[in-house]
């Protein structure tokens, strides 16, 4: 299989053409004609996950976030933007990067999120989305709590520590929960968005301070459980993606948190 065939058999399952307007998903290093045989999936192209495309002889990685999000004007190996550019290029590995594609497609992030929440939660399984982006494509969705009582805010935030390392809440310990609001990533603009559509709770990541105190306003209960957290599904989700297409495809496991938190207890 060539890069282009990788390429096109992504973008038919995920078109690039519905990334956001400030995006830069698709491919982003590599010669379309190479032959290729080893993928490596990643939620960033980081320094660790080029060390361990290099051990593995992958060639290609396909990633999440962009490894060039802002214009490269230059590639000045001394300075840390171009860096890891530099190396794919110099170790003859390609980049795929799939963001806001992937973010708002039924096969990405949010159906992950609904597999990783739902019996944690008692999700239901209908849902609407959080932002309609037409098409069948959405940020983020709503769903209600599937069972006969609601979920109060600490028990909720008990559940999400068993499947993220939650950074922090807003949770209202006694609030009760019935509809949520579910958005991988960085939630801050999705706070209003979530109390307009009655949702009494928005679980996601990278909440700001200012959001925190709209959230007290409205009353609204915010569980922040990182940005990595949220989104490191991406890995095993684009691995089964991929199993069609007869290469070998290895999700990445020297990826780590790179804002994980110090236990001082």
Not at 222 to 230: A, K, V
Request: glycine share 8%; hydrophobic share 40%; proline share 4%.
């Amino acid at each position: 299989m060539t890069l282009k065939e990788l390429y096109d058999y992504i973008d038919e399952r995920i078109p690039f053409s519905a990334q956001e307007s400030w995006d830069n998903s698709g491919l982003l290093v590599g010669d379309t004609g190479r032959e290729i045989k080893k993928v490596l999936t990643a939620l960033d192209i980081s320094k660790a996950v080029i060390d361990e495309a290099q051990s593995l002889s992958a060639d290609v990685i396909v990633s999440h976030h962009p490894i060039i999000f802002r214009p490269l004007k230059r590639i000045d190996t001394s300075e840390s933007a171009a860096v890891p550019v530099a190396r794919l290029i110099k170790a003859d590995i390609a980049a795929i990067c799939t963001h806001t594609p992937f973010d708002m497609s039924p096969l990405g992030m949010n159906k992950g999120l609904y597999e990783l929440l739902r019996e944690p939660l008692c999700l239901s399984e209908s849902y609407e989305p959080l932002e309609d982006l037409g098409n069948g494509n959405m940020i983020g969705r709503i769903y209600d709590i599937d069972t006969i009582l609601p979920m109060r805010g600490r028990d909720m935030a008990k559940a999400l520590k068993g499947i993220f390392d939650v950074r922090a809440s807003r949770s209202f310990e006694d609030k009760l929960i019935r509809r949520i609001a579910v958005s991988s990533g960085a939630g801050n603009s999705f706070v209003e968005a979530a109390f307009e559509k009655g949702c009494d709770a928005l679980v996601t990541g990278d909440l700001k301070h200012d959001s925190y105190i709209s959230a007290e306003n409205m009353g609204i209960a915010l569980f922040d459980c990182g940005h990595y957290g949220t989104e490191c599904i991406f890995r095993d989700i684009m691995r089964d993606i991929l199993k069609g297409t007869g290469l070998e495809v290895i999700s990445s496991s020297a990826e780590k948190d790179p804002a994980a938190c110090i236990s001082l207890s």
